[in-house]
């Protein structure tokens, strides 16, 4: 077996795992980039992170359709990854012993003015460059107009993302195997305006787009970029591939997991609501970032914070650049 570790910082925790690898005697190269001609000739990608770094490799992988194993390196819980760090040396002899499945999940493929974009796994949303803005767009469902909306945004989810920022926007969950998307206004000034189900073969068109501030496509809430003119998304025909080494199922733990944080979020003061939907759309922001974008006191920001923390819905990190400096992200 040959294997691709992924990890973008390499210090520390990255010897434990080569003292697993070398104990099985297998192939491996460590890197902090994906090169996309190393994984023709590999046979599994290992991603090790949380799941932003797994979502930022599958839109590194492209078309690709190698498997890969998510290991979570701060030994929590986390969505996308399979095992924690603390457990890889255990979880590596299941894969050795042939004890693990493949389960596919569908993908977006995603053109923004004519520019094709990393493919979806969660989710493509558009909205303004300004947050809490107002767009102007219309959708199109294999070429028959839907609706002309005037709204904060529209997040077109897969499976996968259904359970993500779809659903904290108010759409549908959707099973891992449902062959359809969930297409959800955000925050729409037309009060009867309902999330939509489609087809997965369906081709999703979003165009006369406008806003006062400009508009940006945002896929699975890492990669983001300006579009003037129009967004197209439909099924990419290579899934992503996950190593699955355990029968439970992800998609219930998901969801379960998911409708208790809603209903804690429901006990929380709107400021505490505020910031989180601001981390969501905006991905990892400082508390001074934060201060700027929400309008709140740093009393009320803190706060918040400090709630949002508690309830295990944000997480806080050092900042790459200062180990002082926090940066906060939601879950």
């Known amino acids: 077996m040959k294997l691709i570790i992924y990890k973008k910082a390499l210090e520390g925790i990255i010897n434990d795992v080569k003292k697993a690898l070398d104990e099985f005697r297998v192939d491996y190269k460590?890197?902090?980039?994906?090169?996309?001609?190393?994984?023709?000739?590999?046979?599994?990608?290992?991603?090790?992170g949380e799941d932003r770094d797994v979502l930022q490799a599958f839109h590194k992988i492209g078309g690709y359709s190698i498997p890969v194993l998510g290991v979570n390196d701060s030994n929590e819980g986390s969505f996308l990854t399979e095992v924690a760090i603390k457990d890889f040396q255990e979880a590596?002899?299941?894969?050795?012993?042939?004890?693990?499945?493949?389960?596919?999940?569908?993908?977006?493929?995603?053109?923004?003015?004519?520019?094709e974009l990393p493919p979806a796994l969660n989710e493509v949303a558009l909205f303004s460059s300004k947050s809490a803005t107002l767009i102007e767009y219309v959708l199109n469902v294999d070429r028959e107009t839907i609706w002309r909306d005037y709204s904060d945004g529209v997040i077109i989810s897969t499976p996968t993302g259904s359970t993500a920022y779809s659903m904290s926007a108010g759409g549908p969950i959707l099973l891992h195997n449902a062959e359809a998307f969930a297409i959800v206004s955000v925050n729409s000034l037309d009060v009867t305006r309902r999330p939509l189900i489609v087809s997965d073969r369906s081709q999703i068109k979003i165009?006369?787009?406008?806003?006062?501030?400009?508009?940006?496509?945002?896929?699975?809430?890492t990669y983001r970029t300006r579009v003037r003119e129009g967004?197209?998304?439909?099924?990419?025909p290579e899934p992503a591939r996950f190593?699955?080494?355990?029968?439970?199922s992800k998609t219930m733990e998901k969801m379960v997991k998911k409708v208790r944080l809603a209903e804690e979020l429901l006990k929380m003061p709107p400021s505490a609501k505020l910031i989180l939907k601001t981390l969501e759309y905006e991905g990892p922001l400082t508390q001074r970032d934060l201060v700027k974008k929400t309008?709140?006191?740093?009393?009320?920001?803190?706060?918040?914070?400090?709630?949002?923390?508690?309830?295990?819905l944000v997480k806080r990190k050092p900042t790459l650049r200062d180990a002082r400096q926090k940066v906060y992200h939601a879950v």
């Open 30 to 48: 460590i890197v902090r980039e994906i090169i996309r001609q190393d994984l023709g000739s590999s046979d599994l990608l290992v991603v090790i």
């Open 92 to 115: 590596f002899k299941r894969v050795m012993k042939g004890e693990y499945r493949i389960e596919e999940a569908t993908r977006l493929r995603v053109v923004a003015d004519g520019r």
């Open 207 to 221: 165009d006369e787009i406008g806003g006062g501030h400009g508009c940006e496509v945002i896929v699975d809430g």
């Open 231 to 236: 967004l197209e998304t439909y099924r990419l």
């Open 243 to 248: 190593m699955r080494l355990f029968e439970r």
């Open 295 to 312: 309008l709140l006191p740093d009393r009320t920001t803190r706060l918040a914070l400090a709630l949002l923390i508690e309830k295990g």
